[in-house]
């Protein structure tokens, strides 16, 4: 196999052996692939986790959740390492010591958003940073539309997390439409801006995914339903656990409300299941991990 | 011949006794003051000659020359018009000083064109001074009179006229001794009764929970919540929680307060411990002090109590940074002109913030209209020396009415007053004096006094990894387990009160 290397990174070329099969399938693939990070992930089960770099924060943890289960599960999360969603997707993935691609829409060695810096060093190093352009490209308009079809492209599943009404993630969802790719996108209320796209999609018959147990059921990686250890927990542990269970994210008050416990028991609790990778909290509120 | 009259100068809220001494001499008619006398005592002569002669007495027609003694240090204040009038006339012979020059009294006033005797700023810490030079006597003005009667062993003369105040002086007449209706002692408290309790504020358990630490240890805190969620009504209720000030405590706030002009016949004293409200707008003067006469600014005010920044992320970086020292060592020195003059600054420091630009990140009842870069932009915002500052971090959450129960718990005011001071009884035992907290602690000190054990060890071990903890937030996760076992009335720290502190921590 042949294969160039520079000091901004290596490259693989349409004739190599490692590139990826599905990407052949595409009439416009790309001739080489610039890369950063262990190219043999491009031969890996690969999902795409996409959506606006607006978001809520139902999405971002949507979008962290789905990263993370599906890594979880043996499979490759990619994204573009945007900001918002996309950078979710990438960190739900590494939180569960799993395996992500980011597909750049520069060249390798840039970093865009500057702000996503140490998560691109991060993916360099447990992933892998992919780029159709070549090394010190920089950021334009027309570069991150192109790039999609290669998310979709390299991907078995798209999953649009919450994707506004102009966000390139609807066109990531139209290219791994004509690619044949599964395309799911995650219903969201009719008020929330961000997701107007995203709800659009499924009218258009995109899968809904009213549980992220159904993405992995559909691509045959689901783990048996292992209900949390709850014996792992104190009786004031399960609780909460139980509080939680009921819906989604509760305040601390909601919490005491429901449970009759103190609220220093409850923050108490809450840190030791936050420590345990139980719950996690943001804004004031306590998630379920799952 | 030559008159001496009893006074004295403010320099913040310290005083020092000055002689007003008047000589008439034969000469041109003149009227002049020496002694390092600032522009608004200079500016005095006029009001003093009109003063005089609307009060029928007449003014001299020959050369006054007055002398402050001591000389060195500036002098200032519109209460020298009583003295320097009442030297005229003594000097003048028109009234007899012998018995005052006996009995050491001592004059503060403002004079009016008309003769009438007004009220003067900074009564309460003049008085103060002429008490601990010894002086049992003041003589002041009908409306100040309360303010100065809080000083003890002392007798006050109250006048409303140049007159009554020049019957004092001689010693002829039946001059009015003011006898005080309050006591600074008696924590009565026609204040505290109209205060608000805590009680009003339903569904907030936690945010109070976590206010009664603050309370406790003295801990700075930043609440962040949407508009509306109650994070004034909280921080407004927190001076009520605290432990009641000192009758010590009462005077030096009193002191601050009356230097301001900020008592007067309705409020004689400061006898609830100060919650002052600040908006991002503020200039530094106002925060920390300013002016030509420097006058004590909002955190000077909020001594001995609690200084709120509404908004904190649209302060002005310059305007926060001013308040690092001044937080730091518990006082604020302001320099004017080669003088320099010291406010005490001892706060208990809240901050509020809203989640976002728009206020509705996370928020179920609005929808957040910020970019990712707003909002990541918003956060930046809050100064570093705030974030040094703070302790505590707590996020409080707009309240749905509907979701809460009417049997459910609403801790009032009452109770966590008694958590409050449970744990500064605990503190005060540990540390020997009363006043300090474990928010005061420094590295050494957290050593010394918040041994750990084995087990809350590893668990601050295992929290630094997973959390993550910053080395800051691992040395205040300490001092807050410390004030949430002084709560319990524990002596030692245990492993709830660790993981509850830790909640507590800067998560952004
Ligand atoms: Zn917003």
Redesign the pocket.
Known sequence: MMQTENSAGRSIDYEDAGYPVRLKELGDAPKKIYYRGDVSLLGSRCVAVVGSRKYSENGRKTAFDVGKAAAGAGLTVVSGMARGIDTAAHEGALAAGGKTIAVLGTGVDICYPAANRQLKERIEHEGLVISELPPGMPASRATFPRRNRIISGISEAVVVCEAGLNSGALITAGLAEEQGRYVYAVPSGIYNKCALGSNMLIRDGAMPLVVIDDLLHDLGVAVSSEDKDLSDMGEDEKKVYEALLGGGEKTVDEICRQTFLAPEAVNGIVTVMEMKGIVWTALGKIFLAK | MLSKILTASLSGVSGELVTVETDITRGLPAYSIVGLAGKSIKEASERIRSAIMNSGASFSTRRVTVNLAPAAGKKHGSHFDLPLALGVLAASGQIAEAGARQRDVAFFGELSLDGKVGRSDGILPLVVCARMNGIREVCVPQENAEEASLVEGMKVYAVEDLWSAACVLSGNGDPFIYISRNSPKDGGSREADAADDYSDIRGQEAAKRALVICAAGGHGIIMTGPPGSGKTMLAKRLPGILPDLSEEERFDVSMIYSVAGLLGEDRPFIERRPFRHVHHDITRAALLGGGIIPMPGELSLAHKGVLFMDEMPQFKSGVTESLREPLEEKKITISRSGSTVTYPADVILVAAAN???????GDEGAE???SAA??ARYEKNISPMILDRVDMHIRVPRVRYSDIRDDGKVTSTAEMKAMVMRAREEQEKRYGRAGFTNSMLGPNEIEAYCGLGEECNSLLERAYDTLPLTMRTYHKTIMLARTIADIRGAKDISVPDIAEALQYRGKD
């Open positions: 989640p976002c630009p728009c206020g509705h990140l957040c209209t910020c707003e909002i």
